[in-house]
Each structure stands twice: as C-alpha cells, then as structure tokens.
C-alpha cells in the first residue's frame, strides 16, 4: 500500500499532496548467471541463476541421479527438483569457490548483482526464509552482498539433501491456529508489565525461532514498515540490553515500553484496551447475514489499489497497481460467473477492459476511476482526489443499490493492495476501519470533483458511533472469513495479528481512506501479499497464484453471507 501518506494526509488538507512523478521507470532485472559445468560422464550442462528466481539446470542430458522428477517443459530444471547428489554438483559448479568443509561452507559471493541472502538461505537451507538465521551467523556481513565477502553457512542450518539437518524455519507457534479474539488473548497472555527507572514496559521472553522484528515488533505494535520496525527493534534492543538484535537466543527477556504497544496489548484500564474489547464484544455480538442463493441480493463494489501515474509500492522487480489490478480483474470474473451479486468496479484500465492477464511485463499508463464522467488517473489532478472519489463512487452505488430496496447490511467494499513491510513478514494482511479513527462526518470539498455527479451526490459521510463499531465488527468477521479461506488452500497469511485497524507510522494513526468513508456495511483493505519478501514476489508474478487468491476471495465472500 505505498502512497499511504496521501491517504491519510486526505483527512487533513486534502489537496496539499505532491505528485507523483508521470514516468515509471521499472529497473531493469540483472542478466543470469550462467556456467557451463560437466557431469560425470562428460556432458556439458548449462547452469542458470535468475534474479529473484533462484537456480536451475538444464535438463537434456542430466543424469536420471540427479533428478526427483521428469524434465519441465522449458527445459529446465528448477535447483529443487534436483537430488541431493545433482544440488551438490550444480552448487559446486555454480560456485566453484565455495569451500565445503566439515563443520561449515565458505561461500563466497562471486555475483552480487544476482545473489541475496534469501538466495543463499534458499539454496543452502532450503528455505529462503531461514535468511535470518543465516545473517546472525555472519553478523559482521552486510545485508546487501559484496563480490568477494565469504559467508559462514554452518552445517546446523545446511539442508538434508545437502548433508544437514534441514531444519525447517520454525516460524509456527501454537497459537497460530487460533482465531484472531483468541489469538491475540494468548499474545497478551505471555506479557507482564513492569516498571523502572526508565518507565512502565511490557515483558516478554523469546520463544524458540522467534526474531525480535517479527514475534515482537510487528506483533506487539502497529508498525509493519521495514524504517519502524528496525528503528523500533534497535530501541528495544538498547532498552532490553541487547547489543546485537540478530543474536537474540530464546528465552532473552525484552522490555517494551508501553507507549509502543498496540491497543489489545495496553495495561488494564487504558482507553486503547477498552477500545478494542468494545469491538471484540461488538463482534461476538454480532449475527451473520445471510444472502440469497448465490450471493443474490448482495452488492459488492471492488477496487484495485493505484493505477494510472500511481504504481504503488515496488520491490523485487514487480510494482504494486497492474499485479493487484489482475487479481481484482480475476475475482470479478469469478463472481460474475459463479454468482448472482450485484458486482462493479471503481477503477478500469483502459487499454485492458476488465480482463486479466497471464503475463505482467510493463506498468500500464492509463486508468480511470469509473464515475461520471470518469476521472483520469493521470496526475492532473493531486493523487487524493482518486483515492476519494473511489469511495464515493462506491457510496453512490450503494446509495443507488438503497434506493432499489436493496438490503444495505448486504453491501460489500473490498480494496486490493499489495504492500512493502519488513522481508522478514509475508502473506496477506487485511485493515478493517478502526472505529476510533472513523470521523462522525467528513465532506469532500474543493473544486477539482465539482464536474464529478457521485462527487455532488455523495461527497458527504456521517457515522453515529453505533455505526462506527458495527461497521468494524462486520468487517472483522468478514476478514476473518477471508483468513480461513486463504489458509485452506495454503495462501501465506501474515503471520502475527494478520488482521489489523489502524497504520501506524511516523508520528501518525490513521486507516486509509477508501475504507475509511466507505458506507459499505463490510469493507477491507486487502494487502495480498508482500512485495519486499522475495517468496511473496515470486507468488504473485505467477498468474497461476493470482487465480487461487481470487477463488479465496470469492471463498470468504460466500462463506461470509453464508453461502
Ligand atoms: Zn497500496
């Protein structure tokens, strides 16, 4: 969700927001590395190492030893088709430097340009994600590689196929398996609070796999950010004692300051924590709705993030707009088919219509949200006035929907984002409107929509506080709805407090706006997945995820009005 600031700065001023720049200038990926390696009998094989893809073989010729599988149709063989005997063999060619020793592997970064620590951590491990672990083994090497840097890969973390003991990143925790209410009850349950000389904190002790980013940072407060979380790492660090974040062992004790601490986790008589159990109450309190067979007679308004000048977030080669736009694109198909909502669109690509695609290779230029008459997305106007004009195009369509009798507890706003967090955080994250940041009224001023039709009828919200915490609670369950469905077909989900009310960043607490004027009875955010963390990246270049994530969605969406 890049570009939150101009959401949020929407509730201040709202036109004072700098532009974006017109030209997107995607990187341009480094070339592979290839290597040329002989087999045992002689033949020559061509290796191959992509950025951000990892390694394969060329498959004709490859002894049947070196392979678990057939040969892909490309050609190649991805490194983890391999057997232990071909993994050994193609590192050894592709890295003929490496010393393979007894206790450890002395890998020296000859390809820095193509190489990443999750590369090595993949390659080595067999999981990308135990990178951390690789990076406090070398504590004094930088994150970002150099040619000629030799990292430590001991035996303890090499994978089975590669003669250790595999072990898997042991990143699950026994509360993993439980819903978001009691989830959170169990996180609150393993702090204690304390005081002294430097103030009230709250205690915790590291469990086994667990890093001070994640199990503490991302879980006991609101920031996600990779700038928050390092610089609230390293304050926790010192306020704990700690002089190395990536030597932390299980059972260190660390201090959080109260300050820091996200609403369900302050101490008992706070405002925050009567907050929050108010909407966990709301919550249990409140009964399902339930729509007509297939989806009839339920209105759902879908907006894919960005677009147009606005590319939204980028890391990994991929940018946020066109990638979200796809899965927006393929669950409204999936709805149109399968069921009988009422579906629309805030945002079209011109040059695309409402198809999705297989392949994403440039950022497309063009958008426009889809009022009358429709609003370019082109940088003539401030970034802001496309953020609200999505959502009061979706209030009149719900307004429209109203006037048609349609039932309004049966309206539904989902955004879709993907966001860059810290790389060590993956899988989808969902906002809900925090009901304490929802404003009683809001009117959209300012010349720039007067043309706009929704923008004079609907450009105006009013909330009582009633309609603030149903509002929440609604949305809550809906996401919950949506947790389950992603995890039933094994969609990585963020792994602590995966559903969240509030960003919390810089100095400021705000929920965006899209999902903060919405009048929609439900409505989310959707950050489907992490840019920044490469296994996220790969997931959703490939067209074959977007699809399973759209069918997830339509999932939720029916087992939510229970159907
Ligand atoms: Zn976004």
Redesign the pocket.
Known sequence: ???VSLLRSAGVKPWAILLLPAVIVVAQEPAPVLAHARTPEGRAILLRLLFRKGLSVEGKALPRAFLTRGVEESGWVPFENLSPQGKRWALAALFPEDQWRQEEVRHRVGHPEVESVWTLAALFTGHGQNYDRLMAENPDLPEKLREGDVWRIPRSLLSADLGGPGRRPDRSQPEDDLDDEARVAAYRGMLSFGEDEQGKFAAYRIRKGEALYSSVVIRYTDRVDPKGVNELADLIAKRSGIADVRGIQPGQLVKIPVSFLADPFQSEGSSGLAEEREVRAEVRRTVRVEAGPKLKGVRIILDA??GGVDP??RANGLW?SDFVYDITMRVRRLLEQETDAQVSSTIRYPGLGFKSREAIRTPSHAAEILTSPPFAVDGESPSAVSVHLRWVLANDLFAAFQKTRGDVQKTLFLSF?ADSLHPSARGSMIYVPGAALVPSTFSLGGAKTGRIVEARRSGRVAFTGKEKLQSEARSRQFSEALLTALQKDSIPVHANRPIRNVIHRGGGKWIPAVIRYSTGATKALIEVANLTNEEDAANLRDPDFRERYAAAVVNAIRAYYRK
């Open positions: 969700m890049e570009g993030g960005h939204g977030a946020e984002h």
